[in-house]
């Protein structure tokens, strides 16, 4: 048991172990909202998915931001500067995820949304962490 206690705390200690721990939350939380969302909107309007999927990443977004911030790369710096930077790049994610990659997998291919939103996510998961790491929650150096 004190192996996997040893494991776990210096897994935890990765910022890339961090990283993929607060985009699994986000990610679960954009999910379970988008489906409940889209389901909710399904028979009202054509635009379902985007409308399920612009409100679960509202909400997810902020999540992530938070987590990312404080637990992830641990900055210390102030928090608006980063919220800029980190929504212009959530903004080009979502966009990119939404309008190209879960469109084609949903409307062209005829994937359902479960899936395609997913492999959507994936797609971008490492470009969002090296642009976070480099760009928007770089420590200054000494």
Do not use: D
Request: net charge positive; glycine share 2%.
């Amino acid at each position: 048991m004190r192996k996997i206690a040893e494991f776990v705390k210096k897994l935890l200690g990765l910022q890339s172990a961090r990283y993929l721990i607060s985009s699994c939350a986000a990610f679960a939380v954009n999910y379970a909202v988008a489906l409940v969302l889209n389901r909710l909107f399904e028979g009202i309007t054509v635009f379902s998915v985007e409308i399920a999927t612009a409100i679960s990443f509202a909400i997810s977004s902020q999540v992530n931001f938070w987590i990312n911030r404080r637990w992830v790369f641990r900055s210390e710096k102030p928090p608006l500067p980063e919220l800029g930077g980190y929504y212009s790049l959530a903004l080009i994610s979502f966009a990119l995820k939404t309008y190209v990659f879960i469109e084609v997998m949903y409307r062209l291919i005829k994937l359902p949304l479960a899936v395609a939103m997913p492999v959507a996510e994936v797609i971008m998961f490492a470009v969002n962490y090296f642009v976070q790491k480099k760009i928007i929650f770089r420590r200054k150096s000494k």
